[in-house]
């Protein structure tokens, strides 16, 4: 994205849309004002969630133990039981169930606190913090973070408070990189992963206007061609086409295709023009949903990108279809932001 950067207050809430929980996040104190970039934002919200958790009582699962014990607990185990009786060893051989905190998600919560904690550039009173909570969570083991662990996560009514930590975690484990010296972190600018931001973006446009306006119901939609084959060797298939948000009521239906590029136009000839890739793409959209649904009335279509201290908005007719180029400036206050996402559905 290009200067000025989006605040960081906003790309904050921007993912907790994202994730979809922004009334959990502004149940904490966040203290973005007081923050100058994305590690020191996470690791204050890391430590207010984490302080609420042990205040509470962190979450406790049963966990299989297995151990030779004086006395029975649980189920014996009849084979290593023998043996030791063997060796003339006064003792059984269990395996039982233990109420514990060491589960998973309290893992990688005490493994993200420990990391963030190393960051360079982490405000030293903060870190210290987060240091003094980890410690607090002394019966958690150690363990090294991971993609694969955060996937294994499985989290339940009970414990959803945990929902929204470590999404937080997660997002700061793929920011982090180790620092030439390998005592520390780096965080590297999300900002500037299109790839990671454009599906962020996409979420967040998508549950903004879940939560936020009930004049128009958000729903997954997916387009087939309407194609009529002529010669096939039955190798292959035209790929389904799957919107990135669309909105329906009685009387009207938007498709909206949601983009993330450092500028929303194009140059062609030495003049700026809008995205001629990104148009066809829309133009698909619209011309097989008219002819898959043509009881219903006829879809409008829209282009959203983020934009940084630009605004950009056109709206042409193209084959009856009422078509919108449009941007949400991010680099706004977070109010004049829920203002122009509302006015782009009038």
């Known amino acids: 994205m290009s200067e000025p950067t989006i605040p960081i207050r906003n790309l904050y809430y921007l993912f907790c849309y994202a994730w979809n929980r922004f009334e959990e996040a502004q149940a904490i104190s966040t203290g973005a004002e007081e923050s100058p970039d ?93 240091h003094r909570l980890w410690i607090r969570m002394g019966d958690v083991a150690d363990i090294r973070l991971s993609a694969a662990a955060f996937a294994r996560v499985q989290l339940h009514r009970n414990n959803a408070r945990y929902d929204l930590l470590l999404k937080i975690c997660e997002l700061a484990f793929a920011c982090m990189i180790p620092d030439e010296t390998g005592s520390g972190y780096g965080f590297h600018n999300v900002l500037r992963d299109e790839r990671k931001m454009a599906r962020v973006f996409e979420d967040f446009i998508r549950n903004y206007y879940r939560v936020s306006q009930r004049a128009l119901r958000v729903k997954p939609y997916q387009l087939e061609w309407q194609a009529v084959p002529l010669t096939s060797n039955g190798i292959g298939r035209l790929p389904a ?48 949903d008219a002819i898959a649904n043509q009881n219903l009335v006829l879809a409008d279509g829209m282009l959203l990108y983020p934009q940084v201290g630009q605004v950009l908005d056109a709206t042409y007719v193209v084959h009856g279809h009422q078509v919108r180029l449009a941007t949400v400036d991010l680099s706004g206050a977070w109010p004049d932001i829920e203002l122009r996402l509302t006015d782009l559905l009038l």
């Open 38 to 130: 994305l590690p020191n934002l996470l690791a204050r919200v890391l430590s207010e969630g984490t302080r609420s958790l042990l205040k509470r009582g962190l979450d406790r699962g049963y966990l299989p133990r297995e151990e030779e014990l004086s006395t029975i607990r649980g189920l014996i185990e009849l084979g290593p039981t023998l043996q030791l009786q063997a060796r003339h060893r006064r003792r059984v051989h269990c395996t039982y169930d233990e109420l514990s905190h060491d589960l998973l998600h309290n893992q990688l919560l005490k493994a993200s606190l420990r990391r963030l904690a190393n960051v360079s550039s982490m405000d030293p009173a903060l870190a210290r913090d987060l």
């Open 241 to 288: 086409m799957r919107t990135d948000v669309y909105l329906e009521s009685a009387d009207r239906r938007i498709i909206i295709d949601t983009k993330y590029y450092a500028d929303a136009l194009q140059q062609y000839q030495g003049s700026p023009s809008f995205r001629s890739d990104n148009l066809y793409q829309l133009f698909a959209y619209l011309r097989n």
